[in-house]
């Protein structure tokens, strides 16, 4: 345990240190929560990702489950903007796991304006960017497991103004046998620039180190302690504190509150797990403020079949 502590330390130290950039960096629709279960939890599930969410959240994890995971949100983020995603999952045993993830990021309709027409020009248009991925995870030990995935990005503003970029997330999950404590590493987003016109902009490149713990385990009830440090190529460190306390493995309370962070403060959400011809299926929800802002919703279903 003393040496999972100076790891700890040692990581965390590291994300104090960094270039402060914002807006330098393109393609900010990836760093937007997919699943409500993180959400509701800051989005510290790094090290406690549980179903095809992982895909997203921590793609190493993926290679514990033994069923066909898949899961489908919503979110309706601001300006009538509608986040959505899709993944799905399945462990072939020895050789590991796969994966495949799918990400739209869509505004809604909007009119075409001028500046002889600033009433619009009859013209109607769209703009949304999307994620493509394909994931792999393998066990490496009873303890350690690996994951990567490899995304094709694609960003379309208006007619001729398209770009398109590639990226890959490497990341690692060590789980323990003490209370279920576990902890993960990422860096996500790394891949080529898009370019626009004449600027090129990096991808939001991303460091994350996050543990969770099972801090109260009964037959009847569960509290799962999470936490998440992140450090983006363009911005300050930020944190995540998340919690889910669970009864009977039915019914679900979770919230989170996040660290450092201008933007974001508090989420709540709330789930329910039904039991289906030995099939699981989640049905999770989740609110989070963002200060001045308001809050956004998020809903979803995930089922291991």
């Given at each position: 345990m003393k040496k999972y502590l100076i790891i700890f330390v040692t990581v965390y130290s590291g994300l104090l240190f960094g270039y402060n950039r914002p807006g330098s960096s393109g393609a900010q629709f990836l760093l937007i929560g997919v699943s409500p279960r993180a959400m509701a939890m800051?989005?510290?599930?790094?090290?406690?990702?549980?179903?095809?969410?992982?895909?997203?959240?921590?793609?190493?994890?993926?290679?514990?489950?033994?069923?066909?995971?898949?899961?489908?949100?919503?979110?309706?983020?601001?300006?009538?903007i509608n986040n959505d995603f899709a993944a799905v999952t399945h462990n072939f045993g020895r050789i590991g796991a796969l994966g495949l993830l799918f990400t739209s990021f869509i505004t809604d309709e909007m009119k075409v304006r001028t500046p002889l027409q600033p009433e619009g020009t009859g013209e109607t248009f769209y703009s949304g960017s999307f994620r493509i991925g394909m994931s792999y995870a393998l066990r490496m030990t009873n303890h350690v497991s690996f994951g990567t995935s490899l995304n094709y990005i694609y960003s379309s503003l208006y007619k001729d103004f398209n770009e398109s970029a590639y990226s890959v997330d490497i990341a690692v999950l060590y789980k323990t046998n003490f209370k279920n404590f576990n902890f993960g590493m990422k860096i996500e987003h790394f891949g080529s620039e898009m370019k626009f016109v004449t600027e090129a902009y990096p991808l939001p490149t991303n460091f994350q180190?996050?543990?969770?713990?099972?801090?109260?385990?009964?037959?009847?009830?569960?509290?799962?302690?999470?936490?998440?440090?992140?450090?983006?190529?363009?911005?300050?460190?930020?944190?995540?504190?998340?919690?889910?306390?669970?009864?009977?493995?039915?019914?679900?309370?979770?919230?989170?509150?996040?660290?450092n962070d201008e933007v974001r403060t508090f989420s709540i959400g709330g789930g329910v797990l039904l039991k289906i011809s030995n099939n699981n299926f989640h049905f999770d929800y989740s609110y989070n403020n963002y200060r001045l802002l308001g809050g956004i919703h998020s809903i979803g279903i995930s089922a291991g079949i």
């Open positions: 800051s989005n510290a599930l790094i090290s406690a990702s549980d179903g095809a969410e992982a895909t997203y959240y921590n793609p190493a994890a993926t290679a514990n489950f033994n069923k066909t995971e898949f899961i489908i949100t919503h979110t309706q983020w601001f300006a009538n180190f996050g543990m969770s713990v099972d801090a109260i385990n009964t037959d009847d009830y569960k509290l799962l302690v999470t936490s998440v440090a992140m450090k983006p190529n363009d911005g300050d460190p930020v944190g995540g504190l998340g919690t889910e306390l669970a009864w009977n493995d039915v019914i679900f309370l979770r919230g989170g509150y996040r660290l």
